[in-house]
């Protein structure tokens, strides 16, 4: 890549060029609808009058001398004799005998080489075919009533056919066409000089991988040209330092525990330095003018556009320093983020999509703006930003107390507040182990972004909302076991067995059970009402709540146990507890504890999720998340 050459080549410059396609390519293949969009295209550019140019995709090229004439090349600059102008004379004949091989791009250079063979007389440029040795004489005088059965002649006489039709319409246009053609029309021209040919063809055809913006702006960090000074080898240091930089910051972003606190899985670009690129464009960091900015135009390579207008500014010759810091600098505040406590989980939190669903508006271009303000230090970043804006996530579920089943309000307003409970519990965690003896360097245990983003998930009732009556054999059996624990009295102990393995009266063995645990029933579980409230409902990845469906708590906390660790228990007649393998998931630090009865401390019962373990469920919420579900004034003069 170093000394890869890129630039923006104009229709008009590409004059007199002589190409050839190797036949490691297949021929011209474009079809008649092909041809018309590239018309479209060009001609919606041209009456929108956009001050810019119209982009197409790469042409990937390499220079050389066909084998079969560099005896002649070196025949006649052997003869040249006019000893004043010798530079010129071989400038000359290295241009009459240079072919460029066409590595990617043949076909949209095909298509425009018979576009201007039907607006200008004359031949603008040469294309040869490895494989049709006449090509390049079909190509210079094709006519569109011919008929061939070569496949790639016929391709080529169709596409003369569509520009024949499509100009019987735009007649009127055609000089302004070509003008366009000629001036506004660029390619990207990517010359590569020390890679192997058939290599990047296959990389660039194979799966259809084309150039990315990076690749291309990558060609001119590493151009020679951008250097200042002449000391060579200073100047291969410096290469060699930003191309390992570069590695190393693809290598931090391709790791998705750090990628994924940023971004979702989704993204799908091959390398993931373009987001750093795109940020600088879309914030404009490097300072283009307005004029600049429309000329660059928003298709797909704006970003490498903005790069090389910036390259070419006069004042910006052998810049390439002041820029390459501007990227570091974007890196280095990733890098910050992603090591710090707050900024970790806050920032990841307001970057979160749950479902298909933002939890908040915000984009890593705006935090990147506030972050950067002058004087801003990292804790008012945190507390008179981030945490207003993560306030303002949480609206639709303020109300703590209130029901979300109806249709105005939905549970699923309650994402944003269980994920936030999640991640303020870690945060939490980590600055009580912060502040003891013991622990005092950070233990830092993270909210891991990367599972959760990929998993879908439902906000799901810890004790169904649908009301399980136990009617069934095998749900009875469930809660019997799971009754049994606890149980010292061994004539009901008895019993319990003798169910399990034979049947008989379940309702008298269930009131003798609940009695024994004096947890009357209308007494500890919840009314329907209170089902639909925030103290009943937990993350749940989608696959694991719609795979035990309406089941009982202790059957619920079986699955969630035996998934978190990657395991199948099953509790048979015989009450021995069998462990299988299972497939595993990730299951939310809260939500793993709402299982475990972890946050009401007075109880033995792992039956049931009662109405004491709802609102023990509730108090924890509250209090881990105090600084947002107070008014701004109330948490200024609570850090007073």
């Given at each position: 890549m170093s000394s890869n050459k890129i630039e923006l080549k104009s229709i008009s410059e590409l004059q007199g060029m002589n190409f050839f396609i190797p036949n490691y390519q297949r021929g011209y293949r474009w079809t008649k609808q092909q041809v018309k969009d590239l018309l479209d295209d060009i001609n919606e550019f041209m009456n929108k009058k956009?001050?810019?140019f119209y982009c197409i995709q790469p042409l990937v090229v390499k220079k050389g001398i066909p084998n079969d004439r560099k005896f002649d090349f070196k025949e006649k600059l052997s003869a040249i004799n006019d000893k004043d102008n010798l530079l010129q004379e071989t400038e000359k004949i290295i241009s009459e005998f240079t072919k460029w091989e066409v590595i990617d791009g043949q076909q949209r250079l095909t298509t425009i080489f018979i576009l201007l063979?039907?607006?200008?007389?004359?031949n603008h440029y040469l294309i040869e075919y490895e494989t049709r040795p006449d090509s390049e004489a079909f190509l210079a005088q094709i006519n569109a009533n011919a008929e061939d059965p070569n496949i790639d002649y016929y391709h080529m006489i169709e596409a003369k056919k569509q520009i024949a039709e499509w100009f019987e319409i735009k007649a009127e246009d055609s000089?302004?066409?070509l003008n366009t053609l000629l001036e506004k029309v660029k390619f990207i021209w990517y010359e590569s000089k020390n890679e192997n040919p058939i290599k990047v063809f296959t990389r660039l055809n194979i799966g259809k991988i084309s150039l990315t913006n990076a690749e291309l702006i990558k060609a001119l960090f590493l151009n020679r040209s951008n250097f200042r000074g002449n000391d060579s080898q200073k100047i291969r240091l410096q290469q060699q330092e930003i191309a390992g930089e570069w590695d190393t910051i693809e290598y931090t972003l391709q790791n998705d525990e750090f990628w994924l606190f940023l971004n979702e899985k989704d993204y799908d670009?091959?390398?993931r330095i373009d987001l750093i690129f795109d940020l600088i464009c879309s914030k404009n960091i490097l300072k283009l003018t307005t004029e600049e900015i429309k000329e660059i135009g928003t298709d797909e390579y704006q970003t490498f556009r903005y790069?090389?207008?910036?390259?070419?500014?006069?004042e910006n010759e052998n810049g390439i320093t002041e820029c390459w810091q501007e990227v570091k600098k974007i890196f280095q505040i990733f890098v910050e983020w992603f090591n710090d406590l707050e900024l970790y989980h806050y920032i990841g939190y307001l970057l979160s999509d749950v479902n298909g669903q933002r939890i908040s508006k915000l984009k890593i271009s705006d935090l990147i703006s506030h972050w950067s303000i002058d004087n801003q230090t990292k804790d008012k970043f945190v507390n008179h930003y981030l945490i207003?804006?993560?306030?303002?996530?949480?609206?639709?579920?303020?109300d703590l107390n209130k029901q979300y089943e109806t249709s105005n309000n939905p549970k699923t307003q309650c994402r944003p507040i269980l994920l936030l409970h999640n991640i303020q519990t870690i945060v939490n965690q980590n600055k009580n182990l912060k502040k003891s003896e013991k622990y005092r360097l950070p233990v830092f245990y993270k909210f891991p972004f990367h599972l959760f983003k990929k998993e879908k998930w439902d906000v799901e009732h810890i004790d169904s909302n649908t009301e399980n009556q136990l009617e069934s054999e095998r749900d009875q059996k469930e809660w019997l076991k799971y009754s049994l624990f606890g149980?010292?009295?061994?004539?009901?102990k008895g019993k319990i067995h003798t169910f399990i393995q034979e049947g008989g009266d379940f309702f008298d063995l269930y009131n003798d059970v609940t009695y024994f645990h004096r947890q009357p029933k209308n007494e500890s579980r919840l009314s329907d009402d209170e089902k639909d409230r925030l103290y009943n409902f937990c993350l749940l990845d989608s696959s694991t709540n719609r795979g035990y469906g309406n089941s009982i708590f202790p059957s619920k906390r079986r699955i969630i146990v035996g998934k978190d660790q990657g395991k199948k228990y099953e509790i048979s007649d015989t009450l021995e507890v069998e462990e299988k393998e299972g497939g595993i998931a990730f299951v939310p630090p809260c939500t793993k504890n709402v299982f475990l009865k972890y946050f009401n401390h007075s109880t033995n019962n792992l039956r049931e999720w009662d109405k004491q373990d709802a609102e023990a469920y509730l108090s924890n919420i509250r209090t881990a998340l105090s600084i947002f579900l107070e008014s701004t004034k109330e948490r200024e003069s609570n850090e007073q």
């Amino acid at each position: 890549m170093s000394s890869n050459k890129i630039e923006l080549k104009s229709i008009s410059e590409l004059q007199g060029m002589n190409f050839f396609i190797p036949n490691y390519q297949r021929g011209y293949r474009w079809t008649k609808q092909q041809v018309k969009d590239l018309l479209d295209d060009i001609n919606e550019f041209m009456n929108k009058k956009h001050e810019g140019f119209y982009c197409i995709q790469p042409l990937v090229v390499k220079k050389g001398i066909p084998n079969d004439r560099k005896f002649d090349f070196k025949e006649k600059l052997s003869a040249i004799n006019d000893k004043d102008n010798l530079l010129q004379e071989t400038e000359k004949i290295i241009s009459e005998f240079t072919k460029w091989e066409v590595i990617d791009g043949q076909q949209r250079l095909t298509t425009i080489f018979i576009l201007l063979s039907h607006l200008t007389k004359g031949n603008h440029y040469l294309i040869e075919y490895e494989t049709r040795p006449d090509s390049e004489a079909f190509l210079a005088q094709i006519n569109a009533n011919a008929e061939d059965p070569n496949i790639d002649y016929y391709h080529m006489i169709e596409a003369k056919k569509q520009i024949a039709e499509w100009f019987e319409i735009k007649a009127e246009d055609s000089a302004n066409f070509l003008n366009t053609l000629l001036e506004k029309v660029k390619f990207i021209w990517y010359e590569s000089k020390n890679e192997n040919p058939i290599k990047v063809f296959t990389r660039l055809n194979i799966g259809k991988i084309s150039l990315t913006n990076a690749e291309l702006i990558k060609a001119l960090f590493l151009n020679r040209s951008n250097f200042r000074g002449n000391d060579s080898q200073k100047i291969r240091l410096q290469q060699q330092e930003i191309a390992g930089e570069w590695d190393t910051i693809e290598y931090t972003l391709q790791n998705d525990e750090f990628w994924l606190f940023l971004n979702e899985k989704d993204y799908d670009k091959p390398t993931r330095i373009d987001l750093i690129f795109d940020l600088i464009c879309s914030k404009n960091i490097l300072k283009l003018t307005t004029e600049e900015i429309k000329e660059i135009g928003t298709d797909e390579y704006q970003t490498f556009r903005y790069f090389y207008t910036w390259f070419k500014k006069p004042e910006n010759e052998n810049g390439i320093t002041e820029c390459w810091q501007e990227v570091k600098k974007i890196f280095q505040i990733f890098v910050e983020w992603f090591n710090d406590l707050e900024l970790y989980h806050y920032i990841g939190y307001l970057l979160s999509d749950v479902n298909g669903q933002r939890i908040s508006k915000l984009k890593i271009s705006d935090l990147i703006s506030h972050w950067s303000i002058d004087n801003q230090t990292k804790d008012k970043f945190v507390n008179h930003y981030l945490i207003e804006k993560i306030k303002d996530t949480l609206s639709a579920c303020s109300d703590l107390n209130k029901q979300y089943e109806t249709s105005n309000n939905p549970k699923t307003q309650c994402r944003p507040i269980l994920l936030l409970h999640n991640i303020q519990t870690i945060v939490n965690q980590n600055k009580n182990l912060k502040k003891s003896e013991k622990y005092r360097l950070p233990v830092f245990y993270k909210f891991p972004f990367h599972l959760f983003k990929k998993e879908k998930w439902d906000v799901e009732h810890i004790d169904s909302n649908t009301e399980n009556q136990l009617e069934s054999e095998r749900d009875q059996k469930e809660w019997l076991k799971y009754s049994l624990f606890g149980i010292q009295d061994e004539i009901l102990k008895g019993k319990i067995h003798t169910f399990i393995q034979e049947g008989g009266d379940f309702f008298d063995l269930y009131n003798d059970v609940t009695y024994f645990h004096r947890q009357p029933k209308n007494e500890s579980r919840l009314s329907d009402d209170e089902k639909d409230r925030l103290y009943n409902f937990c993350l749940l990845d989608s696959s694991t709540n719609r795979g035990y469906g309406n089941s009982i708590f202790p059957s619920k906390r079986r699955i969630i146990v035996g998934k978190d660790q990657g395991k199948k228990y099953e509790i048979s007649d015989t009450l021995e507890v069998e462990e299988k393998e299972g497939g595993i998931a990730f299951v939310p630090p809260c939500t793993k504890n709402v299982f475990l009865k972890y946050f009401n401390h007075s109880t033995n019962n792992l039956r049931e999720w009662d109405k004491q373990d709802a609102e023990a469920y509730l108090s924890n919420i509250r209090t881990a998340l105090s600084i947002f579900l107070e008014s701004t004034k109330e948490r200024e003069s609570n850090e007073q």
